[in-house]
């Protein structure tokens, strides 16, 4: 059974940066998509970012579009969110998870229906 592991958050300033990782067990990684969510208190939860199975499609929310960046290494079966120019709205539990396919169209991706594993997170605090 594969596990998904979040690590990476905490408490910054408006204005910086943060890197979650997010590791998986399991010997088939590259062969899904792995995205990113989020949810705040009494907020549904969020799309944030997806990489293809192999890395070459992503596609990302409006809310983080140009500040946020996924990747990942295959081989160390990790998906990364590099966070820049964090805002307090960015305040939220960051989740981890594995697309139930390779890829898929924006709409699928995006998604939280059609991920079938996901990480028990990982908090991230922005505050003055």
């Known amino acids: 059974q594969v596990q998904l592991v979040e690590s990476g958050g905490g408490l910054v300033q408006p204005g910086d940066s943060l890197r979650l990782t997010c590791v998986a067990s399991?010997?088939?990684?590259?062969?899904?998509?792995m995205g990113w969510f989020r949810q705040a208190p009494i907020k549904a939860r969020e799309f944030l970012a997806v990489?293809?199975?192999?890395?070459?499609?992503?596609y990302y929310g409006d809310s983080v579009k140009g500040r946020f960046t996924i990747s990942r290494a295959d081989a160390e079966n990790t998906v990364y969110l590099q966070m820049n120019n964090l805002k307090s709205e960015d305040t939220a539990v960051y989740y981890c998870?594995?697309?139930?396919?390779?890829?898929?169209?924006?709409?699928?991706?995006?998604?939280?229906?059609?991920?079938?594993?996901w990480g028990r997170g990982t908090q991230v605090t922005v505050s003055s």
């Open positions: 998870a594995r697309l139930h396919s390779r890829r898929g169209t924006y709409a699928y991706a995006s998604n939280h229906h059609n991920y079938d594993t």
């Open positions: 399991g010997r088939t990684f590259s062969d899904y998509g």
């Open positions: 990489m293809s199975g192999g890395g070459d499609v992503t």
